[in-house]
């Protein structure tokens, strides 16, 4: 159980350019959704927390204009990420949790999305 | 805040144990401990409330020492899929939030 998928796994696209990271929840609501960033061999840095039907809530220094978050349904978030640049390279990974449940604090991870831009 | 980590990086044979610290300046809520190996998505292995429990996973416990901002990982008889690179995860309130330390590299060798 408490499995997240993310799509793409991989995508590589032009400067400019906008792409868009599905992560789903497969078996569980997910009534919180969290999008993180990881640089190679870093942590994870977290971005935003997004409630489903809610804005997104984003961490300092992130643009929220740049990393567009949405959490339309209990079991699916996006990011797209706008004009995409060379410095938007990274590792980009979603997880879930049920606020409703008794397991509440546990984040159930995607694999991640790597983005290369060109 | 970040909580901090150490060691940075491990290296045992199979069949021994390490441990993993995580330390924090602020006042926790609960601990989350994750593993990731490369190119995959973090696992999780066990979460922690404040009251100084401690947990198991396999062969994998942890406590918490929440009057020091403290926990540690263990790692007892090691295994090779044991090898990944172990985060911790700090919340300092109930809703949900997570800040990761920068990770512990463990490798497990024959």
């Known amino acids: 159980g408490a499995v997240v998928s993310q799509h793409p796994s991989r995508v590589i696209c032009k400067s400019g350019t906008s792409v868009k990271i599905e992560c789903r929840s497969l078996?569980?609501?997910?009534?919180?959704m969290f999008w993180y960033r990881q640089f190679p061999k870093q942590s994870l840095m977290l971005m935003a927390t997004s409630n489903e039907g809610s804005k997104a809530t984003y961490e300092q220094g992130v643009e929220k204009d740049k990393f567009l978050i949405n959490h339309a349904s209990l079991t699916l978030s996006t990011l797209t990420v706008t004009s995409a640049h060379p410095e938007d390279s990274s590792f980009y990974i979603c997880s879930a949790s049920d606020r409703s449940s008794p397991l509440k604090n546990i984040q159930y991870f995607g694999a991640g999305t790597r983005l290369s831009v060109l | 805040q970040q909580p901090v980590q150490s060691p940075q990086a491990v290296i045992l044979r199979e069949g021994e144990d390490a441990v993993i610290n995580c330390s924090s300046s602020k006042a926790l809520y609960s601990v989350h401990w994750y593993r990731q190996k490369h190119g995959e998505a973090p696992v999780f292995l066990m979460i922690?409330?404040?009251?100084?429990e401690q947990k198991g996973h396999e062969k994998i416990s942890a406590s918490f020492n929440e009057k020091k901002q403290q926990s540690s990982l263990y790692l007892t008889a090691s295994q090779l899929s044991y090898s990944g690179t172990y985060f911790c995860?700090?919340?300092?309130?109930?809703?949900?939030?997570?800040?990761f330390g920068a990770g512990t590299q463990v490798v497990v060798t024959p």
């Open positions: 995860g700090t919340e300092t309130d109930s809703w949900g939030k997570l800040q």
């Open positions: 078996d569980f609501q997910a009534t919180t």
């Open positions: 922690l409330l404040k009251g100084g």
